[in-house]
């Protein structure tokens, strides 16, 4: 059976966005439930992020979606929270 030139586009668009997708990770200094909320308020605002887990017992916030803003961006956005907190906050290698 053929797929017709529209479904293979949506095909190809399909697979295009899965390849762009991605996942970043920060170290987040949290100490509690008001913390990891407030880091989740601020990244749940950007464009294109989907996710965000965070960890009190690791101390890592976990972003993904499928075109996520630039780490840089979702960096400052979360230090201007941890200055203000008296948080530490970074980019996980």
Do not use: H, Y
Not at 26 to 37: K, T
Request: with cysteine.
């Amino acid at each position: 059976s053929q797929s017709t030139p529209l479904e293979r586009r949506s095909e190809r668009k399909r697979t295009t966005m899965a390849a762009e997708g991605g996942e970043v990770v920060f170290n987040v200094q949290m100490s509690c439930g008001g913390c990891s909320g407030a880091c989740t308020r601020i990244l749940k605002k950007m464009d294109g992020v989907e996710e965000v887990d965070c960890d009190l017992d690791a101390q890592t916030v976990k972003v993904t979606g499928a075109e996520l803003p630039p780490a840089e961006d979702m960096l400052a956005a979360l230090k201007k929270w941890g200055e203000a907190a008296g948080k530490t906050v970074e980019l996980a290698q």
